[in-house]
């Protein structure tokens, strides 16, 4: 079983619409959560940190349910510059970062 | 331009060519990483230095080997390499340990290996 799974989608977002996707993890003991995001043939680079009460950054949300061990992440009025993959990222009871492999997103105008 | 450098930004290179690929970094992190990232796949952690102590992932072919001179570079010697090594190869740094603070890891705009 893989420690991070996430669906590799495409998720297919109209301009300005709303999309929310999520990202399980296996090691019931992980720590910490990360979302980065990587454009095509670009390095991954940190969107948001995830925190245990949910976080918001501008138009980005992100919750944490330790219960049914997973993350998501919701993106309202999407913008054209949205369109990336997203990387789920849990710091695991060993304390090693382990990384998803990706939702991507295309918003179309 | 972000502050890790990486070269060359492309490679290719032969089955039984020797190459090594470069990492800077600006940032006074204490600590670097190398990750390979295949299509479709989730990036595989390879090598961690963090304050000058090598993490080694088991599961790396000794064909590639590490090399971390100081804090500021990381290198990743490469030779004899198979076809499947061909991949997007990442550096990274971290202030802490695991790229667990604020601002997380710093990736380099990697290194697009292609084995002939």
């Known amino acids: 079983r893989k420690e991070v799974e996430q669906d590799p989608g495409p998720f297919n977002v109209p301009e300005g619409a709303t999309v929310a996707f999520n990202c399980t993890y296996s090691?019931?003991?992980?720590?910490?959560f990360f979302w980065y995001r990587q454009d095509c043939r670009k390095e991954p680079k940190l969107l948001m940190s995830?925190?245990?009460s949910g976080n918001e950054d501008g138009r980005f949300t992100a919750q944490l349910n330790r219960a049914s061990q997973y993350i998501s992440l919701l993106i309202r009025d999407s913008k054209l510059s949205d369109s990336a993959t997203y990387l789920c990222?849990?710091?695991?009871?060993?304390?090693?970062?382990?990384f998803g492999a990706g939702t991507q997103v295309v918003v179309t105008p | 331009e972000t502050g890790v450098t990486q070269t060359p930004r492309h490679l290719v290179m032969g089955m039984t060519n020797k190459k090594s690929l470069k990492c800077e970094q600006h940032?006074?992190?204490?600590?670097m990483y190398w990750y390979k990232q295949s299509a479709k796949k989730p990036l595989e952690l390879m090598f961690v230095?963090?304050?000058?102590?090598r993490v080694e992932n088991n599961s790396v072919p000794s064909r590639f080997s590490p090399e971390c001179p100081n804090s500021s570079h990381l290198f990743l010697h490469l030779h004899t390499l198979q076809p499947e090594d061909s991949a997007l190869y990442l550096c990274?740094?971290?202030?802490?340990?695991w790229g667990t603070g604020d601002d997380g890891y710093t990736f380099g705009s990697g290194t697009r290996l292609t084995v002939v």
């Open positions: 990274a740094s971290s202030q802490d340990g």
């Open positions: 090691n019931s003991a992980s720590q910490s």
């Open positions: 995830v925190y245990s």
């Open positions: 990222v849990v710091l695991d009871s060993w304390g090693k970062l382990q």
């Open positions: 940032l006074g992190h204490n600590a």
């Open positions: 230095y963090s304050l000058e102590e």
